[in-house]
């Protein structure tokens, strides 16, 4: 463990992100992470924190459960999962890229806001 990690304890689940991604977490631009609900994140909730490939570590402020991407509310604003997605289809047709809907619908889905104010850099 290094000097920065009391948090280190507590991390859920660590996953591998796009350093495109990532660089927009941590510029506040995406502030949801999009991904299917199986491995290390079966059980994460609010509260939990995240790790991200690099060691940003981000606190988990709310999950939300879907069957696929299809079933995502359609109010919600799509450019807080990435700054290029200004509408509903754009994220699903990138989500359907990422994760084929065979499955999503055997893992489900799952939205993940992150705390952006509750980070910790490497």
Do not use: C, H
């Not at 591998?16 to 994460?44: P, S, V």
């Not at 940003?56 to 069957?67: A, C, E, P």
């Amino acid at each position: 463990m290094t000097s920065r990690d009391p948090i280190i304890d507590t991390i859920t689940a660590r996953v591998i992100i796009k350093q495109k991604y990532l660089d927009q977490i941590l510029a506040g631009k995406k502030r949801y992470e999009l991904r299917l609900r199986r491995n290390n994140l079966r059980e994460i909730q609010p509260d939990d924190y995240l790790e991200f490939i690099d060691q940003s570590t981000f606190q988990i402020k709310n999950v939300w459960d879907y069957n696929t991407v299809y079933d995502l509310p359609e109010d919600i604003d799509y450019t807080n999962f990435s700054p290029e997605f200004t509408t509903r289809e754009i994220a699903i047709e990138a989500a359907l890229n990422l994760y084929p809907i065979k499955n999503q619908k055997k893992y489900g889905i799952i939205v993940i806001e992150l705390n952006l104010d509750k980070f910790n850099l490497p």
